[in-house]
């Protein structure tokens, strides 16, 4: 069973920056699109970034384009989430995500909360 282990979540202040790691157990992680999700209070889980498994394709939600940063390492089985200038409205739990592109077979972290005040 593979497992995600996030880790870099906090309480920052407007305007701060923060960094997220997910890391992947097993040798899956190379084969495998990952992302970064997200989910507010009341809201639904969106998605954040998302990055192809060589890591030459990144994409974003409008609202994070210019501030936050997907990468990956696949030597660690790692992917990141830079996140720079951060507001209230980025407040969420984010969760990291590995999806193979071919099956749809998908693994998700437990999650790490991120709270930015103003």
């Known amino acids: 069973q593979v497992q995600l282990v996030e880790s870099g979540g906090g309480l920052v202040q407007t305007g701060g920056s923060l960094r997220l790691s997910c890391a992947a157990s097993?040798?899956?992680?190379?084969?495998?699109?990952a992302g970064w999700y997200r989910q507010a209070p009341g809201k639904q889980r969106e998605l954040v970034a998302a990055?192809?498994?060589?890591?030459?394709?990144?994409r974003y939600t409008d609202s994070v384009k210019g501030r936050f940063t997907i990468s990956r390492d696949n030597a660690k089985n790692t992917v990141y989430l830079h996140m720079n200038n951060l507001k209230a409205a980025d407040t969420a739990v984010y969760y990291c995500?590995?999806?193979?592109?071919?099956?749809?077979?998908?693994?998700w972290g437990q999650g790490t909360q991120v709270t930015v005040s103003s």
């Open positions: 990055i192809t498994t060589s890591g030459e394709e990144t």
């Open positions: 097993g040798n899956i992680f190379a084969s495998y699109g």
């Open positions: 995500s590995i999806e193979n592109p071919r099956s749809g077979v998908a693994y």
